[in-house]
């Protein structure tokens, strides 16, 4: 039995099945994707890694319920500037360590830009197999800054070095598992030490780059890393809902059981949990965890105050 399942019946159809907390998807991009559609393929909250801030700050009712990072922020001519994907209203450039306000192309500026639209998260791109990345210092003083209003800092981090600078700099969280190069056990270690949080998008690789993500996020988590569910959609064709290859892929690093349902239900960069919808899954939890990552794959998104618990 799962620790945070419970057996209900549904008011309106008299069904009965499983109730779980809220899915979360801990990576999506709100601009490529119809999040709509998301909550009746059992998501009912999403973490937007990159987009709009002023966008995003509009999306304030209704599921799946949106929290932000706002822009990217990056060095000039850095990832991912100058992608299709990427409108000039997702991507801010800093090119200049100041901690004052109001300084322009300043630390300190790029992120009160995303704190004062709403941001939950905010998001440094050092993809250094895309281009040129923050220095030590502009990504020292984006940390200040983000900590002085009270926001955790998630990196995309490839390339030569980069995982390895994010741990040393203390960013709170890897938008990917990382795939790219070979991480040593003593750095996976130190990232787990850390209390750094890693959100899985393991489904968007595939050959080598997918057998490393997988590898690395397996030994992190035997080392006390805590993982999130998150799939970068709007990153190629995945599925509106919960996605059972990323679940199946996450079983496959070792993430089973009660750890796969925390990576779904994590209410990170939120303390608590919403409790005003549940996942629904009809019938009982599977007997063989094997099966867990289908099952859970059938969620949909309804109102708790619908569902009555049984014994």
Not at 67 to 76: E, K, R, V
Request: proline residues 7%; aromatic residues 4%.
């Amino acid at each position: 039995m799962l620790t945070a399942a419970w057996p209900v019946r549904r008011h309106t159809t008299g069904e009965t099945g499983t109730a779980l907390p809220a899915f979360i998807d801990h990576h999506v991009h709100a601009h490529l994707v119809d999040v709509h559609a998301l909550p009746a393929g059992g998501i009912a909250g999403v973490l937007d890694l990159g987009g709009d801030p002023v966008a995003l700050a509009r999306r304030t009712t209704g599921l799946p319920r949106v929290t932000f990072a706002g822009a990217f922020l990056t060095a000039p001519g850095g990832y991912p500037s100058g992608r299709s994907w990427a409108p000039d209203a997702i991507v801010h450039t800093v090119t200049d360590a100041s901690p004052h306000p109001g300084v322009p192309g300043g630390a300190r500026t790029a992120v009160d830009a995303q704190a004062d639209a709403g941001a939950a998260v905010i998001k440094v791109a050092l993809n250094a197999d895309a281009g040129p990345v923050l220095s030590d210092a502009v990504l020292a003083a984006i940390l200040t800054a983000a900590d002085e209003r009270g926001l955790p800092v998630v990196a995309h981090a490839q390339g030569a070095g980069q995982v390895e600078r994010a741990i040393d700099a203390g960013v709170a969280a890897l938008a990917h598992a990382p795939s790219d190069l070979s991480l040593s056990r003593r750095l996976l270690a130190r990232a787990a030490d850390a209390g750094q949080i890693w959100i899985s998008t393991l489904d968007i690789h595939r050959g080598s780059a997918r057998a490393r993500a997988m590898g690395h996020l397996a030994a992190f988590a035997e080392r006390g890393g805590r993982v999130l569910y998150g799939t970068d959609l709007g990153n190629g064709p995945l599925p509106l809902g919960v996605n059972r290859r990323e679940l199946l892929a996450l079983q496959e690093a070792g993430i089973r059981g009660d750890a796969l349902v925390a990576s779904l239900c994590d209410p990170w960069p939120a303390r608590s949990v919403t409790d005003a919808v549940s996942s629904f899954i009809a019938g009982p939890v599977p007997t063989d965890l094997d099966q867990l990552a289908t099952w859970l794959s059938r969620a949909s998104v309804v109102p708790t105050e619908e569902l009555t618990r049984v014994d």
